[in-house]
């Protein structure tokens, strides 16, 4: 079991920056995947990046990358969304996810969620 709480959202201007945490308890957590999704108002979750625990390539979705960039601690159980250059369109509540598999965009491939953390952009 794993359980994830995020923090670190809030309001920024745009081309700001933002640095989302995501801090896990439960075991085994640094050899989980760890997911970042975002729910914009009236849309659907969307995939936002995405690390295996060893380290490696990450994933992004097109839309941000270049401007976030997604890293962990496996030594505090601690995964992090650095955000900048942001724009209003990134306007949403920010998840974290945890995946005992390997990468993946797909939300049904993560296990675990933390409650969301509101990010707003305003222009």
């Not at 801090?23 to 659907?44: C, I, K, L, M, N």
């Not at 159980?77 to 974290?96: F, H, I, K, R, W």
């Not at 005992?100 to 675990?112: A, F, R, V």
Request: glycine share 14%; with cysteine.
């Amino acid at each position: 079991q794993v359980q994830l709480v995020e923090s670190g959202g809030g309001l920024v201007q745009a081309g700001g920056s933002l640095r989302l945490s995501c801090a896990a308890s439960g075991r085994d957590f640094h050899t989980y995947t760890v997911g970042w999704f975002r729910q914009a108002p009236g849309r659907e979750r969307a995939f936002v990046a995405a690390r295996n625990w060893w380290g490696g390539s990450p994933l992004y979705a097109d839309s941000v990358k270049g401007r976030f960039l997604i890293s962990r601690d496996n030594s505090v159980n601690t995964g992090y969304l650095q955000m900048a250059s942001l724009e209003p369109e990134d306007t949403a509540v920010y998840y974290c996810a945890a995946s005992s598999g390997g990468m993946t965009t797909n939300q049904t491939g993560y296990e675990y969620w933390g409650q969301g953390t509101q990010v707003t952009v305003s222009s």
